[in-house]
């Protein structure tokens, strides 16, 4: 089986919205006082929490600040994140390693134990695809077992429900930051993520050292240039008039086809913001921080739990709803795992065939791809240290499974990340992220 992505039609794109832009390119010319801007953020932020330019950046400052020894590991738990995560760790010369999904329906283990060695500092939980993994289990066992926990929610901002609606029976009335017990949770508000502010993270550090020594760190690192955001702004807002606009993509599309070029790579790399380590080693400019705040504040506007409210989730889950319904009377499975808060950005959907399944799909009007370009596996896999102790429900590992259901001649998703390219931050080129 292989994994195959639907988007879910004009939501993934669609919430850089005119207004915004117009906000944003105002914000960009209007002089403003830095110090109050960053008070008011302070104001709606924990105090445990800090703003920077994106995940990668507190990622970075992150392993600066917690100086391990060279050649520690760092576990990636499910072992699937984007390239420059795992650069980043490599570039602090500690050494990545990732647990793979037992199968395409439980993306973690039911024990950490089994795949931590003597090396082993930092447990990664990255909750991907929208959902939110239930890892409670996992956090607790991580810390009893003496490692640092790093939630990854950088696909899973999920915001606030506003003060007089919140109900206890939603699971995450308060927005999903995270795990409280998580010793680190990391929150994007880069191109394509949910409350898009097209740039920004957000980073909850416990240790008031640690947290210190970033902010010490991130001090000394160079404002973003209004002129970079003026550029991401106007680059992000032609891009979404030209996904909705069928015609021209549909053109691009045909074009790409027709010179043998990779249209889904183009457009990753279209969304993909800065590549350099350069750019990732910035503080956020006063323009970003500025829409931070205003993204922050309207926070009930994707509101996971909200369904009252018009919140885009809302209406994605409205979307979900119907399209995995029709799917699985058909007869194909759609990924569905998580603790039910699901953002829908994307559905990925399990197919034998995926990229005739895409070729379909896009015929009729879905905007489907086959490949994953983004996330890929991380290289080194752990290895269980006993079989006895391998945590199984009975299910096959992710790439067992593949090589079962594959057909002859298909390549499917596993395939794809195993031969993953090998980027190298520094001097990248912005277009490969
Ligand atoms: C799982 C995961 N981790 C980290 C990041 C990096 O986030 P940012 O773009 O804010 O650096 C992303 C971004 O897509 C992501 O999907």
């Known amino acids: ?41 302070q104001q709606i932020l924990s105090p445990e929490e800090i703003v920077t330019l994106s995940v990668r950046s507190a990622f970075d400052l992150l392993l600066s600040a917690l100086d391990l020894p060279r050649g520690s590991e760092v576990l990636f738990v499910p072992g699937i994140t984007i390239p420059a995560m795992v650069q980043l760790v490599e570039l602090h010369g500690l050494q990545p390693v990732g647990v793979d999904p037992l199968s395409p329906q439980q993306m973690l283990p039911s024990q950490l134990e089994p795949f931590v060695t003597t090396q082993t500092r930092v447990v ?93 760190l991130q001090s000394t690192w160079p404002t973003r240039r209004t002129s970079h955001r003026l550029f991401t702004v106007l680059g992000a807002s032609f891009f979404k008039q030209f996904c909705l606009t069928p015609c ?43 829409c931070l705040l205003r993204r922050l504040r309207e926070q009930h506007m994707a509101c996971f739990e909200d369904s009252s409210l018009q919140s885009s989730v809302a209406k994605r889950r409205r979307v979900a709803k119907v399209v995995v319904e029709r799917l699985s009377e058909e007869g194909i499975d759609c990924l569905t795992y998580g ?14 065939n995926p990229k005739n399944m895409a070729k379909d799909l896009l015929s009729y009007g879905f905007d489907a791809t086959n490949t994953s370009t983004q996330l890929q596996r991380v290289a080194s896999i752990a290895t269980c240290k006993s079989a006895a102790t391998r945590p199984s429900d009975g299910k096959d590992s992710l790439e067992e499974q593949e090589e079962k259901h594959k057909p002859q001649g298909t390549k499917g998703r596993i395939g794809e990340m195993t031969k993953q390219k090998r980027y190298k931050l520094e001097g990248l080129e912005a277009r490969q992220y």
């Not at 639907?6 to 403003?32: M, N, Y």
């Not at 919140?166 to 308060?174: D, E, N, Q």
Request: glycine letters at 10%.
């Open 248 to 290: 021209l993509y549909g053109l691009v599309e045909t074009l790409c086809a027709t010179l043998g070029l990779d249209f889904d790579g183009l457009i990753v790399s279209s969304v993909r913001g800065f590549g350099k380590l350069e750019y990732i080693r910035q503080q956020p400019s006063l323009a970003l921080l500025e």
């Open 124 to 216: 990664i939980i990255s909750h991907l695809f929208g959902t939110i993994h239930k890892a409670g289990h996992l956090i607790r066992e991580a810390k009893d077992l003496g490692l640092l926990v790093v939630e990854d929610c950088a696909q899973s901002f999920l915001g606030a429900m506003p003060a007089n609606r919140r109900s206890l029976a939603a699971p995450w009335p308060m927005g999903f930051r995270g795990h409280e017990s998580a010793d680190v949770c990391l929150s994007s508000f880069g191109n394509i993520k949910t409350l898009t502010a097209l740039g920004g993270g957000l980073a909850r550090i416990k240790d008031p050292k640690v947290r210190a020594e970033m902010q010490e």
């Open 1 to 41: 089986m292989a994994l195959l992505k639907i988007v879910i039609p004009a939501v993934c794109l669609g919430h850089a919205c005119p207004l915004l832009t117009g906000v944003i390119l105002v914000a960009c010319f209007t002089r403003r006082d830095r110090q109050s801007v960053e008070k008011q953020l």
């Open 339 to 352: 603790d039910g808060s699901n953002a829908w950005w994307l559905l990925p959907i399990l197919s034998t």
